[in-house]
């Protein structure tokens, strides 16, 4: 079944510390995007990349950075400079053909150690 | 500056009876609007798109409606049933040339037997 893979689904983060979230789809799609849910808040858009080897600051990349080296894979760092990072992580891809629906993974969950 | 409104408050309702749920917005002039699922953990389904030039669109037990000029969309499921439980989230794509969403924070729908 054609889908996205989010890794891990639980992630602790100490001090000071860089984590890698991990996000792969099969589904052959262009465009990739990282989300960050907050209680009480909507989606909010961290990166996104429109093809490989490009990719584009959302509404809150500050703290985070990307890579998009392969078509399939488009992995999150939460840098030790974001500091509230405790938060569900969702990654999203579409199929760049105007209106498709974005499919999502079912997200990684960083909280603090 | 931009807004999506989504009720906040739990929307209680019998199995069998219609769910309503609302979605307004201001400040935007979105080309589609989607409507997604999210059960507790898990990432969002996509559910419907509507486009600005369409009043209405229906799958099995769902419609959406979308006028532009009240800026609002209403989202119903008739014949609901306990497994329609759920957060239902609203998004907006910004028009600005590639898929932009923005995401309202969702309302929770508890569907009694």
């Known amino acids: 079944d054609g889908g996205i893979t989010q890794s891990p689904k639980y992630l602790f983060r100490k001090e000071g510390q860089n984590v890698t979230l991990s996000c792969e789809q099969n589904l052959n799609h262009d465009a990739m995007y990282w989300y960050r849910q907050d209680p009480g808040q909507g989606l909010r858009l961290i990166y996104y990349?429109?093809?490989?080897?490009?990719?584009q600051k959302g509404d809150i990349a500050e703290g985070y950075s990307v890579s998009r080296e392969k078509k399939e894979s488009f992995p999150l760092t939460v840098t030790s400079a974001q500091k509230n990072p405790t938060a569900f992580y969702l990654c999203?891809?579409?199929?760049?053909?105007?209106?498709?629906?974005?499919?999502f993974g079912d997200g990684t969950r960083l909280s603090i150690l | 500056s931009q807004k999506i409104e989504q009720n906040s408050e739990a929307l209680n309702i019998q199995e069998g009876k219609t769910a309503t749920l609302t979605c307004n917005y201001t400040n935007y002039s979105p080309a589609y609007l989607q409507w997604y699922r999210q059960d507790p953990g898990r990432g969002p389904v996509f559910l419907l798109l509507?486009?600005?030039?369409?009043k209405e669109k229906r799958k099995e037990r769902l419609k959406v409606t979308f006028d532009t000029t009240l800026k609002q969309s209403l989202f119903h499921i008739t014949a609901s049933q306990p497994a329609d439980s759920a957060t239902y989230l609203c998004?907006?794509?910004?028009?600005?040339?590639?898929?932009?969403?923005?995401f309202g924070t969702g309302t929770r729908l508890l569907v009694s037997p």
């Open positions: 998004a907006l794509d910004m028009n600005t040339g590639f898929q932009k969403l923005v």
């Open positions: 999203a891809s579409h199929q760049w053909a105007g209106d498709q629906p974005q499919h």
């Open positions: 509507i486009r600005e030039n369409e």
């Open positions: 990349s429109q093809i490989v080897n490009d990719f």
